[in-house]
């Protein structure tokens, strides 16, 4: 049994390969090649744009793939989503396609494009929206470099962003979001229905997901005296509980917690100020759920 997975070809390839190889599975891609091999045998890759992969996974050329809702929802077409994956630097939250203007335009709202040229690559769901907001327009594909389309070549665009800087750098104005889209894993819905498959890809998310919990937190041990275990456990943000061990010294417990990274620089002195002893910073590699 193998699976036909589809990694995004482009902005999110190495943030992807990055991620599984912290997952504990290694992607190897040549330049010049579709096609990556893995370290699991029963795994193999093909880079696809993002933009094409729900097609593919429908269609069953792959069992399934990594792209955006933003092209799922484009597409149409139906296919499993199998969990939200929030990895890389631009898909760090939420990202918006957003509708923007000209900065020294007169439209506030999208009622006020009637009539109008909008560009962008999302042009189903565009559609839908004016058409969802009684608007007609006129949607054209664009090829890409959609901010300096208006005001010479369209009016209006919608784009995707995550923090408006480009969009303010070409002096456009956000007058309203049309869509929020994160990276997801998705499935072709035969492999869905296939148990043997679906368990792979399940296991698969289970570590995607793992991978990108450990991301931003440390795990945390010491050592403290019974006596002073409740003011060091009134220091911890734990993730859970923290667990209590005991050691050969039946006075003595070890602590072990998963803490946020950015927090430790205050909490290990309040550790030390509590009277915790021996205490070590890990990095993580998964954290499972």
Not at 3 to 19: F, V
Not at 49 to 62: F, N
Not at 119 to 130: D, G, H, I, P
Not at 226 to 245: E, M
Request: glycine share 6%; proline share 3%; charged share 25%.
């Amino acid at each position: 049994m193998k699976i036909r997975l589809g990694i995004p070809k482009g902005s999110l390839q190495e943030a992807t390969t990055q991620l599984f190889a912290r997952a504990g599975l290694s992607i190897f891609v040549t330049s010049r090649s579709y096609f990556a091999t893995t370290g699991d045998p029963e795994i193999e890759c093909m880079l696809i744009r993002a933009q094409e992969m729900a097609r593919y996974v429908e269609h069953g050329a792959l069992d399934a793939g990594l792209t955006g809702l933003d092209w799922v929802v484009e597409s149409g077409l139906e296919v499993v989503t199998v969990s939200d994956l929030i990895y890389a630097k631009q898909s760090r939250g939420t990202v918006r396609w957003v509708l923007a203007v000209p900065e020294d335009s007169p439209w506030q709202r999208a009622e006020d494009l009637g009539g109008r040229i909008v560009a962008t690559e999302l042009v189903s769901v565009t559609r839908k929206y004016f058409e969802s907001q009684n608007v007609a327009v006129q949607v054209e594909f664009s090829w890409g470099a959609t901010e300096v389309k208006p005001p010479m070549l369209a009016d209006a665009i919608v784009e995707v962003t995550e923090t408006g800087s480009s969009l303010k750098a070409n002096r456009l104005r956000i007058i309203d979001t049309v869509l929020e889209s994160n990276t997801q894993i998705i499935a072709n819905k035969k492999a869905w229905c296939d148990s043997a498959k679906r368990r792979k890809i399940e296991n698969l998310a289970l570590m995607l997901r793992g991978a990108m919990d450990a991301q931003d937190r440390v795990g945390l041990m010491l050592n403290v005296r019974k006596q002073d275990l409740a003011g060091v456990l009134a220091v911890l943000p734990a993730l859970k509980n923290p667990t209590i061990s005991t050691l050969s010294d039946d006075e003595w417990v070890a602590v072990n917690t998963i803490i946020e990274e950015s927090t430790a620089w205050q909490v290990i002195p309040r550790l030390k100020e509590a009277k915790g002893q021996g205490i070590v910073e890990n990095p993580l590699n998964k954290v499972v759920m």
